[in-house]
């Protein structure tokens, strides 16, 4: 599977962009405007919680071309950018914004850094790509390689927007995806030991405008956007919570293979 997925990713990598473009074209926006909506979301998000990003050190899980990485760059403090496509690292790498990024692929599994590495990891619209029975190990390894205190992100498809359903059926590369809900990726995050800071929808209108905003947010607890946020936190030393004991674990990783997007 993992090789499958190198090589498809492999492929779409020198025009992911127009791909991408067309297939979101009848939203009237660009695929910028939507990379942008979720990287303003991180930074004001980090920053409520108390967060400086400009002192962080990021991983991005997942970064593809390095879109996001462009536009994050100068608010963060050092950025690291993983994927198992060597082709799109080497596009990610060639953006003049990225030179400061340090990149590196890797073929799935176990992540390539030390315990305690980073001070947030996150992965925009990446799970869905995940084999299903991986989705576990996944949230286990970024738990890992988060400092305590430190943050997981995570960033997908809302499978009951109907439009979202809608895209992702017509995207070449999201063919083997399983769309997953905002329900169940915090019971992925439970299982990994990280206490929720933040459920929230987005991306309800696809328009600018701060009344738009403040509708959305005021509306962010439904499932109502077409991508949705979770953001968990790694327990400070000293204030771990009860472990979750082996046969939990395995009841919801059972879960996960049995049950589709709207569990």
Known sequence: MVT?????????????????????????????????TKVNHLLET??????????????????????????????????HGLDISAASIAIAGQRPENASVRYATYPGGQLPYENDTFDAVFAITVLHHVP??????????????????????????N?????????VSRCEFDREAVLLSARTAQGLYRTAGLR??????????????????????????????AQYTVIGRKPAVGHEPRTTSAPTVAE???LLNAKSFDS
């Open 159 to 167: 499978p009951f927007n109907p439009l979202t359903r809608w895209v």
């Open 132 to 157: 299903r029975g991986d989705w576990t190990r996944f949230f286990q390894e970024m738990t890992r390689v988060i400092k305590p205190g430190g943050f997981v992100i995570l960033y997908e498809h």
């Open 252 to 254: 919801f990783s059972e």
């Open 4 to 36: 499958q997925m190198t090589s498809e990713f492999d492929a779409y990598a020198s025009d992911y962009r127009e791909r991408i473009e067309r297939i979101v074209g009848f939203s009237g926006r660009s695929h910028q405007f939507f990379v942008e």
């Open 196 to 225: 929720i800071e933040q459920v929230a929808h987005l991306l309800l209108f696809p328009w600018q405008g701060a009344w738009l905003r403040r509708v959305e947010r005021a509306l962010q607890n439904l499932p109502l956007g």
């Open 46 to 79: 980090l920053t409520s919680l108390g967060a400086v990003p400009k002192q962080m050190r990021m991983l991005d899980l997942g970064c593809g071309t390095g879109e996001t990485d462009s536009l994050l760059v100068p608010h963060v403090g050092e950025l």
